[in-house]
């Protein structure tokens, strides 16, 4: 068994459409890995810190630890994530994307703002400023703020793509930028 610690903000439901995915590679190429497990923490405040993925290799040698670590790189794997190998005792970095989080103030804008904006827009002109590039992977909602979670190739092209909106939207009105892998 080997415990793939993403360095990726997921809700359990996206964790588990990644550990689904992976799951249904390994299966079709039948590789001898299925994933049994996974989890994942959160910061005190609420907010996701990681996804783990827990993947159990039929045999356990070089060649499968390294076809794990190129399924997740190709599907979602963070700069910053970690394969853990308990029978090694072994930790092997990881990761080939960038992340940006776009948190959506909640609280400090005028009332109007939020009655006649939508998150739902923001979410689908991200999407579309990022096509080919990254999309919103998962979210949070916070008590204050909402925060949308990207990753791709580049965190400065991702934050170039989506600042029309930023600057445009009534709803991304003192909302921030953050990096987080």
């Not at 079709?28 to 993947?55: C, H, P, W, Y």
């Not at 979602?76 to 080939?96: N, Y």
Request: proline share 4%.
């Amino acid at each position: 068994m080997v415990v793939a610690s993403l360095n990726a903000k997921l809700q359990p439901l996206h964790r588990s459409e990644l550990e689904d995915a992976f799951d249904d590679l390994m299966q079709r190429k039948n590789f001898g890995m299925r994933v049994v497990g996974g989890g994942t923490l959160q910061e005190t405040s609420g907010e996701i810190a990681r996804s783990d993925i827990e993947i159990e290799i039929d045999e356990l040698n070089e060649d499968n630890i390294q076809l794990a670590i190129r399924a997740l790189e190709s599907m979602l794997a963070p700069k910053g994530s970690r394969l853990h190998v308990p029978a090694q005792d072994r930790v092997i970095e990881f990761g080939k994307h960038e992340g940006l989080a776009l948190y959506i103030n909640g609280i400090d804008l005028p009332p109007q703002v939020y009655a006649n904006s939508d998150i739902n827009f923001v979410i689908d002109e991200c999407n579309r400023l990022l096509t080919g590039a990254a999309f919103v992977n998962s979210h949070w909602q916070g008590p204050s703020e909402t925060a949308l979670y990207m990753y791709g190739k580049d965190f400065d092209a991702m934050r170039q793509r989506i600042e029309p909106l930023l600057d445009s939207y009534p709803l991304c009105q003192k909302c921030r930028v953050e990096k987080i892998a």
